[in-house]
């Protein structure tokens, strides 16, 4: 069974960064495409980016653009996402899991707030 472990979440000031890890495990890891979602309350989790399972193709949120990078050691079997400039708007529980998720179930998260 897939599980997914999200860590580096952390409070962090407007225009700071953060980098979060996630390990998976129960997937060929190195043929999956992979993606960061996050919540807030009141919101569906939505998409935030992806990207395949060889690194050549990413996507991104247009909010994030610029900001946000997705990368991948397959060896490690870890996706990451390094967050910079980050805004209060960026506050949120971050999750990572397949691309398309199917019904793969959602790790804990990583709490993400971003305030002065």
């Known amino acids: 069974q897939v599980q997914v472990v999200e860590s580096g979440g952390d409070l962090v000031q407007p225009g700071g960064s953060l980098r979060l890890s996630c390990t998976v495990s129960?997937?060929?890891?190195?043929?999956?495409?992979m993606a960061w979602y996050r919540q807030t309350p009141g919101k569906q989790r939505g998409l935030v980016a992806t990207?395949?399972?060889?690194?050549?193709?990413?996507t991104y949120l247009d909010s994030v653009k610029g900001r946000f990078t997705i990368f991948r050691d397959n060896a490690k079997g870890t996706v990451y996402l390094q967050m910079n400039s980050l805004k209060p708007e960026d506050t949120a529980v971050y999750y990572c899991?397949?691309?398309?998720?199917?019904?793969?179930?959602w790790g804990t998260g990583t709490l993400v707030t971003v305030s002065s």
């Open positions: 899991n397949t691309d398309p998720r199917y019904t793969n179930p």
């Open positions: 129960g997937i060929d890891f190195g043929d999956t495409n």
């Open positions: 990207i395949n399972y060889d690194s050549r193709h990413r």
